[in-house]
């Protein structure tokens, strides 16, 4: 991921995202939480799923999920149609 993109992911906690997986999946996600430690080189983002290409099990029921850095492709912030009356 890009820096921008990381940047995007912090900017968006509460929010959602269309992130692209290197998996294939391409998923609309509410970001919970950003870690980013350069340091210790761990990275996660913590989210719920909105909507995905892929099959989830019980997904009304489940709770949020994790994702390392390295397994996302492309973040794009979606943008929230009441911010953009507002402008």
């Known amino acids: 991921m890009t820096d921008s993109e990381i940047q995007c992911l912090k900017d968006s ?3 959602v995202v269309e992130i692209e997986t290197t998996n294939g999946e391409v998923l609309v996600a509410r970001v919970l939480f950003v870690f980013h430690d350069g340091e210790c080189g761990e990275h996660e983002l913590f989210y719920e799923v909105v909507s995905s290409n892929k099959q989830y099990k019980n997904l009304d029921s489940a709770g949020g999920y994790a994702l390392d850095f390295e ?6 912030a979606i943008p929230n149609p009441e911010e953009e009356a507002k402008s």
């Open 71 to 76: 397994q996302i492709l492309s973040v794009k």
């Open 13 to 15: 906690i509460g929010t």
